[in-house]
């Protein structure tokens, strides 16, 4: 852990040691996840949501404009939801990494891009869907996220009917069963660590009400509303956190 602050390097280690005993770990984690993937978050100074466009970007991203303005949904997406060339970083990595070596039951994410099956990740829940997963809104036929980015204004299936991305957009509920399968793993872990989200956004963020195991550790370069109840808070860049974890060497 060169040039590593010491009061860090000691939360790390901590962190491997609580790890190490764990007799089960859940990982929840949000945008901080993916921005050092090069995906920027919502609600930083500098994401999605500061940034000026025709409509509030929380609009556009609603069911009622994709069904009203179908084709200019569709640039945003395209522009400002889509990356493609986005590899995993350390975090995504060593969550995997932890997957296979038994010490991690699952991944509980807020993201849509992917990335932490890309990194080798196998039992992952998205709460938000995923832009790799498209279904035709008429026949139901599935499609590749390459027919919705190579696409002319809105894409389409064989059978004339458009191709939606199975992401929750704004005045969508979120899967039920993906809720109640992510509480139930919540409520059983005897270690949730909580990463890369500022648990502000509901009903996602209500999750960390279910836990009732021996310790809650969140990693996030803010604060956020689970810090108190929390047995461990490193406020640092979650892949330089779980990317320098001894545990995995």
Do not use: W
């Amino acid at each position: 852990m060169q040039d590593m602050p010491l009061e860090l390097e000691a939360k790390i280690e901590r962190l491997g040691e609580i790890l190490a005993g764990s007799r089960g770990t859940v990982f929840f984690g949000g945008a901080g996840t993916s921005t050092e993937s090069g995906i920027p978050d919502f609600r930083s100074q500098d994401g999605l949501y500061a940034q000026k466009f025709k409509y509030p970007p929380e609009r556009i991203l609603s069911r009622t404009f994709f069904d009203e303005h179908t084709d200019e949904f569709f640039a945003f997406y395209r522009e400002k939801m889509l990356f493609l060339d986005a590899e995993p970083n350390a975090a995504h990595r060593a969550l995997a990494a932890m997957e296979g070596a038994g010490r991690l039951e699952a991944v509980i994410t807020q993201n849509i891009d992917g990335l932490h099956q890309k990194a080798g990740s196998k039992n992952v829940l998205e709460l938000h869907g995923s832009v790799h997963r498209n279904h035709c809104m008429g026949c139901g036929r599935a499609y590749g996220v390459s027919h919705v980015a190579g696409a002319a204004g809105a894409p389409r299936c064989e059978c004339g009917g458009i191709v939606k991305p199975d992401v929750v957009l704004y005045e969508e509920g979120l899967d039920s069963d993906t809720l109640r399968r992510s509480a139930e793993l919540i409520s059983g872990a005897d270690t949730l660590i909580v990463g890369g989200t500022s648990l502000t956004v509901y009903p996602a963020a209500g999750f960390v009400d279910f836990f009732e195991g021996r310790s809650l550790v969140v990693i996030n370069r803010s604060p956020t509303s689970a810090d108190k109840a929390a047995s461990l808070v490193i406020n640092a860049g979650i892949a330089q956190v779980l990317g320098s974890l001894r545990i995995l060497r």
